[in-house]
């Protein structure tokens, strides 16, 4: 497999995870998630920081850098900004299922920060590609990013135990 083909496969892995992530919290018991009908939606930006939920908040962000690296990588004449368009519609369009499936709250926080994180991707990468062999530096990310979705799907099958 070429570094252009795993760097396909890699994201699209990876925006599969990010939906369970998302929509699903790492649950594999599904009928028990859409049974949950939680229906909440704040359109009230960092609301949640008042209600000391700083953790998720930075989760978010962290969770949505990767994506604006493997966007990079596997789309180097695409804009930055229609990159970072696209990031923010695919968190829109993941807390609108949310809403609509009632399987979670819908904050535009979560928006926010999940394009901010995004956009941190997209910045680290066109910053460092100043300094790096192109060919390096997609290698490095790749690779760095194939291991820890491998680890942190392992770690989701075998080690924890998610429950709804």
Do not use: C
């Amino acid at each position: 497999m070429t570094m252009k083909s795993l760097s396909k496969a890699l994201l699209g892995i990876y925006v599969l995870t990010l939906l369970w992530l998302v929509l699903f919290k790492f649950s594999y018991d599904l009928p028990a998630v859409l049974d949950h009908g939680t229906r909440s939606l704040n359109l009230n930006p960092f609301a949640v920081l008042s209600q000391g939920s700083l953790r998720e908040t930075l989760d978010n962000f962290i969770v949505f850098i990767p994506f604006g690296l493997l966007l990079s990588v596997n789309f180097k004449h695409v804009s930055m900004w229609r990159k970072l368009a696209f990031i923010g519609i695919f968190s829109l369009a993941a807390e609108v299922t949310q809403f609509v499936l009632a399987i979670g709250t819908t904050d535009i926080t979560d928006v926010i920060m999940n394009t901010a994180g995004g956009l941190f991707g997209l910045s680290v990468y066109g910053w460092v590609n100043k300094f790096v062999d192109d060919e390096k530096h997609d290698r490095f990310i790749v690779i760095t990013m194939a291991i820890i979705l491998m680890a942190l799907l392992w770690l989701r099958f075998f080690v924890l135990r998610v429950r709804y």
